[in-house]
């Protein structure tokens, strides 16, 4: 199932040191900035166990499972930041737009051309933010293609979940709306306290406004388009 709308058991913790200082790192054009970056597990056992109850943030959100677990845990002021438009819909929907985004889900018929078309939609398009209908098409859109696809990873060469040559009703019986609107609606609750921002990942560290702990989870260097739409350029 996908990680975004699971909670995440956490592996256990590494050894105590380092856990409670972390690991300042210098990341280019960020000089001077007050925020703790931390390896993971270190992360959420030192969130946990911390006095200061520090604002948390991560920039390369995607599923956002380390961010659903601070939420989980009742931090509530957490920065979840996600360049990808269409994955900041899914994002956005399961926040502000709950019951649209479940009447969409509930509407939803999963066939194997409308999948061709929203992978290739999701690959080479970028939906618009400017309207409600808009901001539910392209969460609903993302959501489905992820959910049919193999692994929920959406890459050029993803193919439905089974293949190309399956019928439309058994594609279908990879959506089940009743389930996936429960978790909407826990998503909706849990959200409500988040920052969700659709930035590039340099904004969200540059941010002085207050001394974070950040995540940072980027785009593998080598075969980052193997797996996401973006990449690194240097």
């Known amino acids: 199932e996908d990680t975004w709308t699971e909670r995440v058991d956490v ?27 931390i390896p ?14 520090l604002p948390f943030r991560e920039p390369f959100a995607g599923s956002g499972c380390v961010s659903l677990q601070m939420l989980s845990d009742g ?35 999963p066939t194997i051309t409308g999948f061709r078309r929203d992978r290739d939609d999701i690959l080479h398009g970028i939906p618009s933010t400017d309207t409600v209908a808009g901001i539910v098409h392209a969460a609903v859109t993302t959501l489905s293609a992820r ?9 050029y060469n993803s193919s439905p979940h089974c ?9 279908a019986r990879r959506w089940n709306p009743k389930n996936i609107c429960k ?24 941010d002085e406004t207050d001394r974070s702990v950040i995540f940072l989870d980027p785009p593998y260097v080598k075969t980052g388009l193997t797996f996401y739409r973006y990449k690194f350029d240097e």
């Open 147 to 155: 959910k049919l696809t193999w692994y929920s990873v959406l890459h």
């Open 75 to 109: 931090r509530e002021n957490v920065w979840i930041n996600e360049f990808d438009r269409w994955m900041f819909c899914l994002w956005l929907a399961c926040q502000l737009y709950p019951a649209q985004l479940k009447d969409a889900v509930r509407s939803f018929i």
């Open 11 to 37: 592996p256990p913790a590494l050894p105590k040191t380092g856990t409670t200082s972390g690991s300042k790192k210098n990341s280019p054009g960020c000089s001077g900035t007050e925020s703790v970056l």
């Open 163 to 171: 293949g190309w040559h399956q019928s439309d009703d058994i594609l």
């Open 183 to 206: 978790r909407i609606d826990k998503l909706s609750v849990l959200l409500s306290p988040a920052r969700i921002t659709n930035l590039d990942f340099s904004a969200v560290i540059q």
């Open 40 to 53: 993971v597990p270190n992360v959420i056992t030192w969130q946990q166990s911390s006095r200061q109850s």
